[in-house]
Each structure stands twice: as C-alpha cells, then as structure tokens.
C-alpha cells in the first residue's frame, strides 16, 4: 500500500506565490497540496472541512494577519505551521515571533530565478513542509527519510587528524526544525563567562541575523550573526549566516570562524557537517559537539569525525525534540557521549566545556 502523502494549505494573498508554492510541493511525491487559501477567512473554510498534515502561512495578509491566525490556530486545533516570509527585515522580526507562537519552521517566499535556485529551493522547501508534517504536536509522527546530496567532503575535506596544541575549549552546536526555540532555551541559562560558542541553525537568509539579534538581547552572553575572522571568545555564541557555510579554524591559540559559499551539503546551506567536521580538525580534544532537534542526519558524520578527534558530543534527547531525526542520526552512527534533555544539555556543556 501507497504511503499515505503529506497534505499540504498554502494560505497566502499573492496569487504568484501560492502557484509558484504549490508547483514547487507537488514536485515531491510524498507531498499533495490539498488546497490554496488568499486569506485566513478561507483558510479557516477549509479547515473546517479537512485538516492539512501541515499550513504554510504568510504573514502579511488583508482581513487577518498570519500572527493572529497562526494564534487562533494553535489555541483551537493545533496543526504544524510553517511561516512563508519575505526576506525583508521586519518581516524577519515577526516571523520570529511566530517561531514563538508555534510554528514550526520559515521558508521564504519563491521567486523566479536560475534553475539552480529553483532546485535547491523545491529541495528545501520540501524537506521543512515534511518535517513539519513530523514535527511533536499533540499528535502522531511520522518518519520521512532523508537522502543527503553532498557530504562536508565539498567544503572541507577529511583529515587525519585534529590541531590540539590549545587547552581553550569550544562549544559547537547544530539544530534544524524546532532549533530557534531550544537555542533560545540553551542560550538564556548559560552565565556571562560561558565558553566560546559557533552555531549552525538551519534558516533561510536574513532571518540568521534577526535571530542572533533576539537571542543577543535575551541572553548574559553576546550573540551576533557571525563574520568571517570573527574571534570565538568566552561568553559569546557566533550563529551562521543563512545560505553560506561556517568552518572553525585556528591560528595559534586564536579560534575564529570563516564563512563560506559552496554547494549545498546534506541538503543544507548553512551544514552543521561542515562546522562540525572543522571542529574535529582544528579543535580536536578540546570541542564539545551538541547536535539538536532537526529532521534529517546533518551533523551525524561531522559528529562522529569529532568523537575520533577526541572530542565530547551531546545529543538532544527524542522526548525534548520537536523532531527526532538529527540527534537519532548521529545516535545510530555512536558519534554520541551522551543524551539528555533540553534543559540538561547547559549543565552539561558547562561541565566538559571547563
């Protein structure tokens, strides 16, 4: 028998977007686009007479924001949402607060482009819409399988083994669907004096440093967007830019962080393989890996490569997920120490990252 398919509400007011949007989900065969809505009032139509796996949902509509629907939604029949948004800044800022109202995930609005574009767009957008349909929300998961497309070989090749002349620990940290919200719960617990944290959250462009901002004005330590030369230094957490990927390096006793272009690694751009596989090279011994919550297995070699290289990696555990896929991943392959809960992992990181 047929798996059943993810069905799928495009609710947005441009005509454009939601062709442009439902062409590109249906491209996937696990994915059927159920219905299309110009507004929340039809979005709520539809509803009533069937419940989608998953909503896409702009922000800006007439009649009703997405805000106010998307809290509507979660208070009367919680369905996974994920926030279609403009790259413009302040449409950063309030997909961020939908992120805190109970969306899952962002994708960003399609547009026309080189075909390249387009396909790695159908390939991200996908992958989100079906973590989504997996996402922990009162109701049951379902496993999508993740087949990567290039490992970190393309953006670092392997060693043979990691620099350790240094006794300066770093934290390195991945997350993917559900990560805005357990970053921001890992952040605001750790002290001042912290050590030097480089994070890979998987998010579209733009968002990256909207994001690092809301943490920065959260949290004891410093949080920015990161740059290339960018120092890693004892309380301060460095996120990578969405689309561009982030390697650690070392020059003397100095950790700093260079950002990269390159093809799309494990699906991903920003890939949580790449920083952790220059983690294994440069800081070897004196790493700590945490991979989070995020469907797919970005981070599982990078992971194992560091646990080679003398490191100690954390992973999340399922019952504090919102999706169980990377952390699991990486569990299967043994690159994994320990596994704890969310609101374990400072304490932990704290305590090897001495």
Same mark, same amino acid.
Request: net charge neutral.
């Given at each position: 028998?047929?798996?059943?398919?993810?069905?799928?509400?495009?609710v947005?007011?441009?005509?454009?977007v939601?062709?442009?949007?439902?062409n590109?989900?249906s491209?996937?065969p696990?994915?059927?686009v159920?219905?299309?809505?110009?507004?929340p009032?039809v979005?709520a139509?539809?509803?009533a007479?069937?419940?989608?796996d998953?909503i896409?949902?702009?922000?800006?509509?007439?009649?009703?924001?997405g805000?106010?629907?998307?809290?509507m939604?979660? $208070?009367?029949h %919680?369905? !996974?949402?994920? @926030?279609?948004?403009?790259?413009?800044?302040?449409?950063a800022?309030s997909?961020?607060r #939908?992120?805190?109202?109970?969306?899952?995930?962002?994708?960003t609005?399609?547009?026309?482009g080189t075909?390249?574009?387009?396909?790695?767009s159908?390939t991200?957008?996908c992958d989100?819409?079906?973590a989504?349909?997996?996402?922990r929300?009162?109701?049951?998961c379902?496993?999508?399988?993740?087949?990567?497309?290039?490992t970190?070989d393309v953006?670092?090749?392997?060693a043979?083994?990691?620099?350790?002349?240094?006794t300066?620990?770093?934290?390195?940290?991945?997350a993917s669907?559900?990560?805005t919200?357990?970053?921001?719960s890992l952040l605001? $617990?750790?002290? %001042?004096? !912290?050590?030097? @944290?480089v994070?890979?959250?998987?998010?579209?462009?733009?968002?990256?440093r909207?994001? #690092?901002?809301?943490?920065?004005?959260l949290?004891a330590?410093t949080?920015k967007e990161?740059?290339?030369?960018?120092?890693?230094?004892?309380g301060?957490?460095?996120?990578?830019?969405?689309n561009?990927?982030?390697l650690?390096r070392?020059?003397g006793?100095?950790?700093?962080?260079?950002i990269?272009?390159?093809?799309l690694v494990?699906r991903?751009?920003p890939?949580?393989?790449v920083l952790f596989r220059s983690?294994?090279r440069?800081?070897?011994?004196?790493?700590v890996g945490?991979?989070?919550?995020?469907m797919?297995d970005d981070g599982?070699?990078?992971?194992l490569e560091?646990?080679?290289?003398?490191?100690?990696?954390?992973?999340?555990d399922e019952?504090?997920s919102v999706?169980f896929?990377?952390?699991?991943?990486?569990?299967?392959?043994?690159g994994?120490?320990?596994v704890?809960?969310?609101v374990?992992?400072?304490?932990?990181?704290?305590?090897?990252?001495a």
């Amino acid at each position: 028998m047929a798996a059943k398919k993810i069905r799928v509400l495009v609710v947005d007011d441009s005509a454009v977007v939601r062709q442009a949007l439902s062409n590109l989900l249906s491209s996937d065969p696990a994915i059927e686009v159920m219905g299309t809505a110009s507004d929340p009032f039809v979005a709520a139509d539809r509803i009533a007479e069937e419940i989608p796996d998953v909503i896409t949902l702009d922000i800006e509509m007439p009649r009703m924001d997405g805000l106010t629907f998307l809290k509507m939604i979660m $208070t009367q029949h %919680p369905v !996974a949402v994920v @926030i279609c948004s403009s790259l413009a800044d302040e449409g950063a800022q309030s997909t961020l607060r #939908a992120l805190e109202y109970g969306a899952v995930d962002i994708i960003t609005k399609p547009r026309l482009g080189t075909r390249q574009y387009l396909e790695d767009s159908r390939t991200s957008i996908c992958d989100i819409v079906k973590a989504a349909a997996g996402a922990r929300l009162g109701r049951r998961c379902v496993e999508h399988l993740v087949q990567p497309k290039l490992t970190a070989d393309v953006i670092l090749p392997q060693a043979t083994r990691a620099m350790d002349e240094t006794t300066e620990k770093v934290i390195v940290v991945g997350a993917s669907t559900g990560g805005t919200e357990a970053l921001k719960s890992l952040l605001e $617990t750790l002290p %001042p004096d !912290a050590p030097g @944290i480089v994070i890979v959250q998987h998010m579209p462009e733009l968002f990256t440093r909207a994001f #690092a901002n809301r943490l920065d004005g959260l949290c004891a330590i410093t949080v920015k967007e990161a740059e290339t030369n960018d120092t890693v230094l004892r309380g301060r957490a460095l996120i990578a830019p969405g689309n561009h990927h982030m390697l650690l390096r070392r020059s003397g006793a100095r950790y700093f962080v260079e950002i990269k272009d390159g093809p799309l690694v494990c699906r991903h751009r920003p890939s949580v393989d790449v920083l952790f596989r220059s983690a294994a090279r440069y800081a070897g011994p004196n790493a700590v890996g945490v991979i989070l919550t995020g469907m797919g297995d970005d981070g599982a070699r990078g992971m194992l490569e560091m646990k080679h290289a003398g490191a100690f990696n954390i992973a999340q555990d399922e019952a504090s997920s919102v999706v169980f896929g990377m952390p699991k991943e990486a569990i299967k392959l043994d690159g994994v120490h320990k596994v704890l809960p969310l609101v374990h992992i400072p304490v932990a990181i704290l305590k090897h990252g001495a």
